[in-house]
């Protein structure tokens, strides 16, 4: 059960950097330094993931299986969340200027 909280705390990490990926590659600066830093967040999101997973096949293998899905399953509730707080903030914003 160990592997699953490893899980969620890299799938939470893992999330973070994905946001800042996103908001680095579509950011309307666009310079090549902000590009870099983009690419850099992407790789070390794909990196943040893999390490996670080869160490606990390593450490536990017994507890591979409930890594992966504490990640899955803490990016996947982790957007929602963040869904729902952004679309929140955009309602409040949009009814305060409308």
Do not use: C, H, P
Not at 28 to 42: D, E, H, P, R
Not at 44 to 59: D, E, N, S, T, Y
Not at 62 to 72: N, R, Y
């Amino acid at each position: 059960m160990i592997g699953f909280l490893v899980g969620i705390i890299a799938g939470i990490v893992s999330l973070f950097v994905l946001s800042k990926f996103a908001s680095l590659i579509t950011s309307v600066n666009g310079s090549m330094s902000t590009m870099i830093k983009g690419a850099l967040m992407g790789i070390l999101q794909f990196l943040i993931i893999v390490l996670v997973l080869v160490a606990v096949a390593f450490l536990a293998k017994t507890d591979l299986i409930w890594a992966a899905t504490g990640i899955v399953a803490a990016m996947i509730i982790g957007a929602i969340i963040k869904y729902v707080i952004f679309s929140r903030k955009q309602k409040a914003t949009g009814e305060k200027n409308g």
